[in-house]
């Protein structure tokens, strides 16, 4: 079955520590994208990515990087400058103006 | 800017019916979406409405009226497993989704 899939589940990250979160989608969908999710918010977009070798920024992209080398994979890294992770990371795919589907989601905490 | 406005949160009791709206003001439209997300999970389609009208789904239903900028998801003989946070997103011009906060959605029995 096609899907979208995350890992790892669950993740902690050490006091200037980068951590990388996985996302492989096998829709063989064009678009792919990371959100962060706050306890009882919305979802909020990080970056974004409509073809390979090619991602830009969402609103809070400050403190995150990713790239696209490949269509099913679309990492994120959380890199030390991000001074506040603790989230609920989701990975999404769709390609045109069809839905998003979702991963499952990464926590992320600190240590 | 862009927004999409949603109700907080909605009680309702257990077989009866539910309607959550959703009003938007984006750069360009391709389609209302709704979102289903239990406590811990992520979101899950629910459906999609890209041109006026409502659109049936089981116990779901979903209308869009462009003109309005208005649409809403209409869940009928509540169960308790319906209780969740239920989110609206409209594909802008850029094809990027913007959401709404979310309406939790609560049922007693």
């Known amino acids: 079955d096609g899907g979208i899939t995350q890992s790892p589940k669950y993740l902690f990250r050490k006091e200037g520590q980068n951590v990388t979160l996985s996302c492989e989608q096998n829709?063989?969908?064009?678009?792919m994208y990371w959100y962060r999710q706050d306890p009882g918010q919305g979802l909020r977009l990080i970056y974004y990515s409509q073809i390979v070798n090619d991602f830009q920024k969402g609103d809070i992209a400050e403190g995150y990087s990713v790239s696209r080398e490949k269509k099913e994979s679309f990492p994120l890294t959380v890199t030390s400058a991000q001074k506040n992770p603790t989230a609920f990371y989701l990975c999404?795919?769709?390609?045109?103006?069809?839905?998003?589907?979702f991963g499952d989601g990464t926590r992320l905490s600190i240590l | 800017g862009q927004s999409l406005e949603q109700p907080s949160e909605v009680t309702a009791v257990e077989g009866a019916i539910v309607q959550i709206n959703c009003t938007y003001q984006?750069?360009?439209?391709?389609?209302l979406s709704w979102y289903q997300q239990h406590d811990g999970g992520a979101p899950t389609f629910l459906s999609y409405n890209a041109l006026d009208g409502l659109e049936e789904t089981g116990r779901f239903s979903s209308f869009l009226s462009r003109s309005d900028s208005y649409g809403y998801l209409l869940l009928q003989e509540l169960q308790m497993k319906d209780s969740a946070s239920y989110f609206c997103?409209?594909?802008?011009?850029?094809?990027?989704?913007?959401w709404g906060a979310g309406t939790k959605l609560i049922i007693k029995p």
């Open positions: 999404a795919s769709d390609r045109g103006n069809q839905p998003q589907h």
């Open positions: 829709l063989n969908h064009d678009a």
């Open positions: 984006t750069s360009g439209f391709y389609g």
């Open positions: 997103a409209v594909k802008d011009s850029n094809y990027q989704l913007i």
